[in-house]
Nanobody
Framework: QVQLVESGGGSVQSGGSLRLSCQAT????????MAWFRQAPGKGRERVAT???????RYADFVKGRFTISRDTAANTMTLQMNSLKPEDTAMYYC???????????????WGQGTQVTVSS
């Protein structure tokens, strides 16, 4: 069982930046896939970015060039650097992990509780 705890959410103005962190309670080397998802009120969950065991990253088109995902295996952490934030980025952001390979598209095994990101215009 892996427990994931997100931090770093908050409120910023449009164009601002935030850095989200995800702390895993178990060795992340056993998690082949890690990802950030988000869900805005009244909308479905969206995959924002993923990073796999080979540090290969993938991004949703709506964040390409603005967000950067990274992981520190030794520290059991994953981060999401978010720049040039827009009001439409407002959502609850969730950290997710999964030991399966290849990485699943959305049904990750382990989830954090989420951290709120609010971007005002």
């Amino acid at each position: 069982q892996v427990q994931l705890v997100e931090s770093g959410g908050g409120s910023v103005q449009s164009g601002g930046s935030l850095r989200l962190s995800c702390q895993a309670t178990r060795d992340t080397r056993s998690n082949n896939c890690m990802a950030w998802f988000r869900q805005a009120p009244g909308k479905g969950r969206e995959r924002v970015a993923t990073i796999d065991r080979n540090l290969i990253t993938r991004y949703a088109d709506f964040v390409k060039g603005r967000f950067t995902i990274s992981r520190d295996t030794a520290a059991n952490t994953m981060t999401l650097q978010m720049n040039s934030l827009k009001p439409e980025d407002t959502a609850m952001y969730y950290c997710a992990a999964d030991g399966r390979w290849p990485c699943p598209l959305g049904n990750y095994m382990f989830w954090g509780q989420g951290t709120q990101v609010t971007v005002s215009s």
